[in-house]
């Protein structure tokens, strides 16, 4: 009977045992190889790739830069031509003298410098697009990354409860067989303990599949249209469900980590020189450029449009056979712009509030990178400090209460329930150090995207 008893006991050892062999060995278990790899590199490559926004931006761009050409070239002469002063008692062309056939031209010619102010502001306007596009690619990498993060930190989850689950259930099944044959200290509380954090394991798992599909279906939003491709190799292998994100994380390089890590935290006049290259703030700048032209453009009005125009009249012989003289008319035309109180002031007025309007538009983004690299420092400051403390003290801690409710449990000295709580609560910190890490990434992804054109102006 002893003998027995020991063996039951054995049992439960090994169980146990499994268990927190698992719980030392994080990521243990290898992910499903059936399906390709997307590697977080490859997701954003392959979102800025496709992305449409990029290709319509092409487009305005180009648009703008044909709309410049035709800016700088005078209006289309315009020709007229018609019968003057036919007598209506007989439609007789040679009747009067006044009757002619009449063939005119005239041509527009704008006011000052408007042709060329008007090309300037257009080519200023689409010389801001590449720096639209790099802002957008700079999005879409953040974008992408993050969510590839994501579902990347539930891909890992599921794979660590579900190693923990496969050695629950294995426990629950050797308590259920020591307390059935009434051997070992296995008591009734202890399997319903067992299954009950079997179930909390289920639901944790529910959980994480809803999380799963969210994800899944924002990542492939953004490789939907790669993957049409069916001369792509990635098209026969990767889904749009049950991506196969791999099993290692990234690990970015953090632009300007010396300013990030520097323990002082400098004024916004000393970060400014940093933001002011970012590439959405320089698309504001050629926005700013291009309204200031509209200024000098406005002013134009103030001098008059002049049109220029020339005729000739061909008339027919008189009554008695005699030739008539053709005729030919020259003038000039020209506005006078007197009345300027309510048009003309107004106009440069509009055109200065927008130039103003935009410049408000860059102060309000500065502001923004300033407060999203200040706020994005300080957590990742506080995160760093929170991977040492799991990886330094608690986990090793974790590790160690594990073992020991083992061996006293094994000894006869320990409850099966302290055992089990202790197991999970490691599960919940390799969890944590899970998420830790991907949120650090996530931050280094937003302050690369801040950090963009960086490197030029501190050359």
């Known amino acids: 009977m002893i003998k027995s008893k020991n063996h039951s006991k054995e049992w439960v050892m090994v169980g146990l045992g499994l268990l927190t062999m698992s719980s030392l060995t994080v990521f243990a278990e290898p ?40 800016a700088d070239t005078l209006p289309d002469p315009k020709v007229s031509v018609g019968l003057v002063n036919m007598p209506t008692d007989g439609f007789n062309f040679n009747q009067e003298g006044m009757t002619q056939f009449k063939v005119g031209i005239s041509q527009v010619i704008p006011r000052g410098d408007t042709l060329e102010l008007t090309s300037r502001q257009l080519k200023i306007k689409s010389q801001g697009y590449p720096f639209q596009r790099e802002n957008r690619e700079a999005q879409v990498a953040l974008t992408v990354g993050q969510l590839w993060l994501d579902a990347y930190r539930v891909q890992q989850s599921v794979a ?23 051997l070992g200290r296995t008591r009734q509380t202890d399997i319903v303990r067992a299954q009950l954090e079997l179930t909390n394991l289920d639901a944790r798992l529910d959980v994480l599949a809803q999380e799963k599909n969210k994800f899944e279906g924002q990542l492939s939003q953004w490789l939907s249209d790669y993957l049409s491709g069916l001369d792509d190799p990635l098209s026969t292998n990767l889904a749009l469900h049950d991506i196969n994100l791999g099993k290692q994380i990234p690990q970015m390089d953090l632009q300007q980590s010396e300013l990030v890590y520097a323990d002082k935290w400098h004024k916004p006049e000393q970060l400014i ?43 027919g012989d008189d009554p008695a056979g005699n030739s008539r003289a053709d005729l030919m008319s020259v003038g000039v035309t020209f506005d ?40 994005a420092k300080g957590r990742l400051l506080r995160l760093n400090d ?11 801690q974790m590790y160690e209460q594990a073992e ?3 061996t006293a449990y094994t000894n006869d000295d320990g409850d099966f329930s302290e055992v089990v709580r202790a197991h999970i609560e490691v599960l919940n910190a390799e969890i944590r150090i899970l998420t830790l890490d991907v ?16 490197n030029k102006a501190t050359r």
């Open 273 to 315: 020189s940093y933001f002011a290259q970012h590439p959405a703030v320089v698309a504001l700048n050629k926005r700013i450029e291009a309204t200031k032209t509209g200024i000098a453009l406005a002013k134009q009005k103030y001098k008059p449009e002049w049109g220029v125009n020339a005729g000739f009249g061909s008339r």
């Open 31 to 70: 992910l499903s190889q059936k399906a390709e790899i997307l590697s977080f590199e490859q997701a954003i490559s392959v979102a800025q790739k496709n992305d449409p926004w990029l290709k319509g931006n092409r487009h305005q761009q180009s648009a703008i830069e044909s709309l410049s050409i035709a």
């Open 160 to 182: 660590l409860i579900e190693k923990d689950r496969s050695l629950f259930l294995q426990l629950v099944d050797i308590t259920e067989a020591s307390y059935s044959a009434a």
């Open 386 to 396: 929170q991977q040492r403390l799991y990886r330094e003290k608690l986990l090793p």
């Open 336 to 375: 006078l712009p007197f009345f300027t109180q309510n048009k003309q002031d107004q106009d440069v007025k509009s055109a200065i509030s927008q130039t103003e309007s935009i410049k408000t538009e860059k102060l309000l983004l500065l502001r923004q990178l300033l407060s999203n690299y200040s706020t």
């Open 404 to 406: 020991a409710s083992l």
């Open 439 to 454: 949120a650090q990434q996530k931050i280094l992804l937003e302050l690369n995207y801040l950090f963009i054109g960086a």
